[in-house]
């Protein structure tokens, strides 16, 4: 995403002006067609893949990666991570390459360990792979699973009984 500039506004609003994509964002593609086919999924993942890449390199924790996070160019060809206000830098101390930060990011596309206040580039990667769900499925990583919407329970019961979210049924076993 092309950074042409930002600025400190009169009431200490921090402004950043960014390049313009028109697509709207994957959540909302899923929402119009209920969800995307494996070709379109399989293209916008290796482009997330290669910004969250990226973003590791420079030792960068997206921390909230989810359909609504992710642009689309008019042309639907094209996708761009945002929304970095919950990203973190890794400290360079930590032997599990992890931070320690508030809850912050979207319970329902958050890794276990986020829940426990731990966040790093395997939280990310967890969060990648429920995109994947959410762009197959066209709902939450949890589906039917999510209680009453509730993501804590959810996010609980991926800690304690090592649940995960899953990949529709009819999608190809090279998908899953």
Same mark, same amino acid.
């Given at each position: 995403?092309?950074?042409?500039?930002?600025?400190?506004?009169?009431?200490?609003?921090? $402004?950043?002006?960014? !390049?313009?994509?028109?697509?709207?964002?994957?959540?909302?593609?899923?929402?119009?067609?209920?969800?995307?086919?494996?070709?379109?999924?399989?293209?916008?993942?290796?482009?997330?893949?290669?910004?969250?890449?990226?973003?590791?390199?420079?030792?960068?924790?997206?921390?909230?990666?989810?359909?609504?996070?992710?642009?689309?160019?008019?042309?639907?060809?094209?996708?761009?991570?945002?929304?970095?206000?919950?990203?973190?830098?890794?400290?360079?101390?930590?032997?599990?390459?992890?931070?320690?930060?508030?809850?912050?990011? +979207?319970?329902?596309?958050?890794?276990? !360990?986020?829940? !426990?206040?731990? +966040?790093?580039?395997?939280?990310?990667?967890?969060?990648?792979? $429920?995109?994947?769900?959410?762009?197959?499925?066209?709902?939450?990583?949890?589906?039917?699973?999510?209680?009453?919407?509730?993501?804590?329970?959810?996010?609980?019961?991926?800690?304690?009984?090592?649940?995960?979210? !899953?990949?529709?049924?009819?999608?190809?076993?090279? $998908?899953?």
């Amino acid at each position: 995403m092309t950074y042409y500039g930002g600025e400190i506004t009169e009431n200490n609003t921090f $402004c950043v002006y960014l !390049e313009y994509l028109s697509g709207g964002n994957i959540a909302d593609l899923c929402r119009r067609y209920g969800y995307l086919g494996e070709t379109i999924c399989r293209q916008y993942t290796l482009q997330v893949l290669k910004a969250l890449v990226y973003l590791h390199s420079k030792d960068v924790i997206h921390g909230d990666l989810k359909g609504a996070n992710v642009l689309l160019s008019k042309d639907g060809e094209t996708v761009k991570l945002c929304d970095l206000g919950n990203s973190r830098l890794l400290e360079q101390e930590s032997s599990w390459q992890s931070i320690k930060t508030m809850i912050n990011g +979207t319970l329902a596309w958050m890794a276990p !360990e986020s829940y !426990e206040s731990k +966040t790093g580039k395997k939280s990310d990667v967890w969060s990648l792979g $429920c995109l994947v769900v959410e762009m197959l499925t066209g709902d939450n990583p949890w589906g039917k699973r999510l209680e009453d919407g509730n993501a804590v329970m959810a996010l609980q019961r991926a800690l304690r009984d090592k649940e995960r979210p !899953e990949p529709p049924k009819f999608v190809s076993e090279a $998908c899953r």
